[in-house]
């Protein structure tokens, strides 16, 4: 199995800047993909950002050119930087790998973001 912890959420004034970081363990591959989703109350959980395995990139309109997501395969892990944050982006944000060996996805537990002042 792979187990996912999401830790850097927290609140943050609008403007502000925040980094969500993502540790996998357990039988991750450097084939997996990993992406970012999150979800606000009352809403559907949403995808926010996706890395390939070539590093390709894909991000939601709302995000692009804010969000940045970046993989360190060496560790395991997957970044989100956010910066000039909205309090429309308070959400729980949850980390999820596609996993090439199990052919299923896995998540973390969520790291909660909440943009106000």
């Known amino acids: 199995q792979v187990q996912l912890v999401e830790s850097g959420g927290g609140l943050v004034q609008p403007g502000g800047s925040l980094r969500l970081s993502c540790t996998a363990s357990g039988k991750s591959t450097n084939w997996d993909v990993m992406d970012w989703y999150r979800q606000a109350p009352g809403s559907q959980r949403e995808l926010v950002a996706s890395?390939?395995?070539?590093?390709?990139?894909n991000y939601a309109d709302s995000v692009k050119g804010r969000f940045t997501i970046s993989r360190d395969k060496s560790k395991n892990m997957v970044y989100l930087q956010m910066n000039s944050l909205k309090p429309e982006d308070t959400a729980v944000y949850y980390c999820?790998?596609?996993?090439?060996?199990?052919?299923?996805?896995?998540w973390g537990q969520g790291t909660q973001v909440t943009v106000s002042s």
């Open positions: 999820k790998l596609a996993s090439a060996y199990y052919g299923n996805d896995f």
């Open positions: 890395i390939g395995v070539s590093g390709s990139t």
